[in-house]
RNA sequence: GGUGACGUGGCCGAGUGGUUAGGCAGAGGCCUGCAAAGCCUCCUACGGCGGUUCGAAUCCGCCCGUCACCUCCA
């Protein structure tokens, strides 16, 4: 069966391009990974989403995938530019808010990073390949800085070393910024190292023997800039030459434009072909933050404390929300369009995953029956799968992939009796498209004691006994002609937050998915 | 001020020259004791102004608007 091609936004040339690795069906790639500073929020995912996809469309071509993720667990200064040795980091300041939780910063780096995998895995992404950290890299980085004040692209201050952006002739290509009094002209605050040659020259190396974490080097106790460690890490697992870098949208300027001035001048050409960006999501239209009260972790969502205020009632009372209904959710933007996810949305996505999960239990109890009969799916089915990878080929369409597939189950709905044939076709359409879009089943879940939530179709054994008495008494009730009586049971149920269905083989139940 | 992205029906979002996206919400119908679920039908838009063309949501220009980055941020 001939693919479709895979087709990439290239931030780099400005223009989507057929992705062409260097080594024949290998898709060799770096993702930017988190800070490990706080809980990852669900705009962090939607970029680490779009490596997910990535993956799978590539795996669904038949390619190997080799992807590095890294892990930032130092922390850096938030004006990056300057080694400022008065200045505190992201991860210092969350320890001395949380000091209560962390006995010091390793400990909260540790912790963060725990829950990141959690949350990871709850979302269904699959694990990459290599997923370094930054801690266990900085001698490959103080390499890196050494080697670069040898080729002289780099030189020292008191303060520290500075990469010599007039020494990269290329710099600004990537985001456009070109000028280097655009970048005097921003207003700072800040102390200007006296030393610094070039406004646009970023820090490699800090000299602050006082940090939370130093290492040694041959400017002192100190640490490393946070653009070394993507470059560094990168180029140590996947070579000097790689497929493709992805990103949010903010690490285009500085962070990528000062990676690849890095990589080309420790490698003396070019590194990475394709750059490839997600854009920021926004929240019911509005930029994503706390003062706004918008901000959701994916832990916020899926699995919320009682004191999280800031996630709607509706959400907290139910013990949040099927994880994949929030990665179905996420999926309804394409990554390089602006998103507003709002809770609509998220009820929305719910409903769809919830109507796979149905489907896919019919389909298992198909295949334990396995009727005589013909297969009415298969080719169905195939040219629906078809039209997914298409969508997922086409700059990773996720809207118009989901969309193609849920035709695929309304297809295997419609069928009013599947036969074995037609419901291994359909067991073989579902694996394949949860192999492409991770939407239909945790790959996880053994790995995970996954607590029943409310719209999981799990529960409690006392409960669902609870609930089959119920249902027991209005059957008996309406086959005595009860109706009143069997209307007040199926109210008591619904007010439990369970959906009662009378179909023609008989009854069935589910809990309501409202958020 | 610089750089880039984007503007589609009540809402979310596909669609790159001529033919139905899809979903959600809403309306009607089938089914049901009544519901629910499901199914069927309906609801037909492309920010504005010019231009190219037999024909533009789709190409070009200008304008308006939104968002993001330029300072830590996915």
Not at 24 to 50: D, K, Q, W
Not at 358 to 386: M, Q, T
Not at 405 to 424: C, F, H, M, P
């Amino acid at each position: 069966m001939s693919h479709p091609t895979f087709r990439l936004y290239n931030t780099l040339t400005h223009e989507t391009e057929p992705v062409e690795p260097i080594e024949e069906e290998h898709l060799r790639f770096y993702s930017c990974g988190p800070t490990v500073y706080m809980y990852a929020h669900i705009g962090n995912f939607r970029s680490f989403l779009t490596a997910d996809f990535i993956r799978r469309t590539a795996e669904a071509l038949g390619w190997d995938v080799t992807n590095v993720s890294n892990i930032t667990d130092v922390g850096h200064l938030t004006q990056d530019d300057l080694v400022d040795p008065g200045g505190e980091d992201k991860m210092q300041q969350a320890l001395e808010r949380e000091g209560e939780r962390f006995a010091n910063i390793y400990d909260l780096a540790r912790h963060y990073t725990g829950a990141f995998l959690e949350d990871w895995r709850a979302l269904n992404l699959r694990e990459p390949e290599v997923r370094p950290r930054a801690t266990e890299h900085v001698t490959d980085q103080l390499q890196a800085v050494i080697e670069l004040v040898e080729k002289d692209h780099a030189y020292t201050t008191d303060q520290g070393v500075y990469f010599s952006v007039e020494s990269f002739e290329d710099y600004g290509h990537l985001s456009g910024n070109t000028e280097a009094q655009q970048l005097e002209a921003t207003d700072r605050e800040t102390v200007e190292d006296p030393q610094k040659r070039d406004p646009r020259d970023f820090a490699l190396w800090k000299h602050d023997p006082e940090h939370l974490m130093h290492w040694h080097s041959p400017w002192g106790w100190g640490y490393p800039g946070w653009h070394i460690e993507c470059s560094v890490m990168g180029m140590r697992y996947l070579g000097d030459r790689f497929d493709l870098h992805t990103g949010g949208e903010d690490l285009i300027f500085p962070h990528h434009e000062c990676e690849i001035a890095q990589n080309q001048a420790l490698a003396g050409h070019p590194v990475v072909n394709y750059w490839v960006h997600t854009r920021f999501l926004q929240v019911e239209g509005e930029k994503m933050s706390k003062s706004a009260g918008n901000f959701y972790t994916v832990r916020d969502l899926i699995q919320p404390g009682p004191d999280d205020t800031h996630v709607p009632a509706s959400i907290r009372q139910r013990g949040g929300v099927d994880p994949l209904a929030l990665r179905y959710a996420l999926m309804q933007g394409q990554y390089r369009k602006p998103f507003n996810f709002t809770l609509d949305t998220l009820e929305t996505a719910a409903r769809h995953v919830r109507r796979y999960r149905s489907v896919s239990e019919h389909v298992d109890e198909a295949l334990a029956e396995d009727a005589e009969g013909p297969d009415p799916l298969g080719d169905r089915l195939d040219a629906i799968y078809e039209r997914t990878l298409a969508a997922m080929c086409d700059d990773l369409n996720t809207p118009a992939a989901t969309a193609a597939a849920l035709e695929g189950v309304k297809a295997i709905e419609q069928t009013d009796r599947l036969s074995g044939a037609a419901a291994r076709s359909a067991q073989d359409w579902l694996t394949r498209t949860n192999d492409l879009l991770g939407i239909v089943a945790s790959e996880f879940e053994s790995n995970e004691p996954h607590e029943a939530s409310a719209d999981s179709g799990l529960g409690t054994a006392a409960q669902n006994d609870a609930i089959e008495d119920l249902l027991a008494d209005r059957e008996a009730a309406r086959a005595d002609g009860e109706y009143a009586r069997a209307d007040a049971i199926r109210d008591t149920l619904d007010a439990l937050g369970i959906e009662v269905m009378d179909r023609p083989d008989g009854t069935e139940w589910r809990r309501k998915v409202e958020l």
